[in-house]
């Protein structure tokens, strides 16, 4: 996987060059390679000035916004600062690399994403990680998805109705979890995320500034 994001990074044009990355090969997805990872500033006024897709993010020691550099079907990938790169599969949290602890994958091997199912629902994530000792590690958890009625929800751009949801993760062999999503109560796009991928792993956060699906 981290071989893979690698490559994305060599095929849009080399790690944070002046080449803008295709969608599928055709629509140009940003000025750049460069991050916009700032440790303090106005994110909302960086992301109206941005005419890309961008997201408002917090994951570990990163804070800032972040364009997105390539997309591939229902893969977007997210160079960030120092070679590393967030890659997030139908809007939700992927992979990983270049950070001190990194996702390698994600799955839902016996449903859709559960922000696309009708709530409550129950599905199965399968996540893999590499931990601070450096350690591979596979964790299957069971989990739940409730979401309340839509209401009006801050983004770095404005206003937006959604429906906040919670969600809960039983690891086979470790705690429970939660986490809070955001998603949209018609098309059930994911717009804001605040998780712990995985027992022990840093917090990510992100909301969409400017989306990147039709």
Known sequence: ?????????????????????????LTPLGASLQTVLPQ???????AAEVPYASLSLRMGNLQGLAVMGAQANEQSYWPL???????LHA?????????????LATHYP??????QLDTP???QLVRHWQNAEGQLVRGVAQGTLECEEAEMTALPLGERLLQPCQQHLQWE?????????WRDPHDRTLWAVDEHPWPGAPRVRWQVARHWWE
Not at 173 to 181: D, E, F, K, N, V
């Open 173 to 181: 062999h470790g705690p429970s979890q939660r986490a809070r999503l």
């Open 1 to 25: 996987m981290q071989g893979r994001l690698r490559a994305v990074l060599l095929l849009c044009g080399a790690a944070f060059g002046l080449t803008a990355c295709a969608s599928d090969g």
């Open 121 to 123: 629902a129950r599905f």
């Open 40 to 46: 303090q500033g106005d994110v909302a006024a960086q």
């Open 81 to 87: 600062t120092d070679g590393a790169m967030l890659a």
């Open 91 to 103: 809007g939700g949290l992927y992979a990983t690399s270049g950070l001190e602890q990194d996702l």
């Open 110 to 115: 016996e449903s859709a994403p559960p922000w």
